[in-house]
Nanobody, 119 residues
Framework: VQLQASGGGLVQPGGSLRLSCTVS?????????MGWYRQAPGKERELVAV???????NYADSVKHRFTISRDNAKNTVYLQMNSLKPEDTAAYYC?????????????WGQGTVVTVSS
């Protein structure tokens, strides 16, 4: 496993969660962009947010002003702070990194971490 995601769980509507995704210990991977995607049951995987290595960010309209993506390039880690969660945010969340350097052109996915928003 090259990328490891964590932080999912059960939360009530209006609550918050913070997801983290980092490279496996000993990995030499570095990334141009890192992002989060999600896939709800019966639906296609969709982009949630991406962050470039220089600090640029982009969000799906459905999560703007509620979710914040951030990166710690020194730790090769990407975070997703999710606030004001809604039941429709329920999904498996996957992190993705677009390789740089020797890994340019390769995509790396973490395993999903499940977020359930329910009362």
């Amino acid at each position: 496993v090259q990328l490891q995601a964590s932080g999912g769980g059960l939360v009530q509507p209006g609550g918050s969660l913070r997801l983290s995704c980092t490279v496996s210990a000993g990995s030499r991977l570095t990334f141009l962009t890192m992002g989060w995607y999600r896939q709800a049951p019966g639906k296609e995987r969709e982009l949630v947010a991406v962050a470039g290595s220089g600090g640029s960010t982009n969000y799906a309209d459905s999560v703007k002003h509620r979710f914040t993506i951030s990166r710690d390039n020194a730790k090769n880690t990407v975070y997703l702070q999710m606030n004001s969660l809604k039941p429709e945010d329920t999904a498996a969340y996957y992190c993705k990194g677009d390789g740089s350097g020797d890994y340019y052109g390769l995509d790396f996915w973490g395993q999903g971490t499940v977020v359930t928003v329910s009362s």
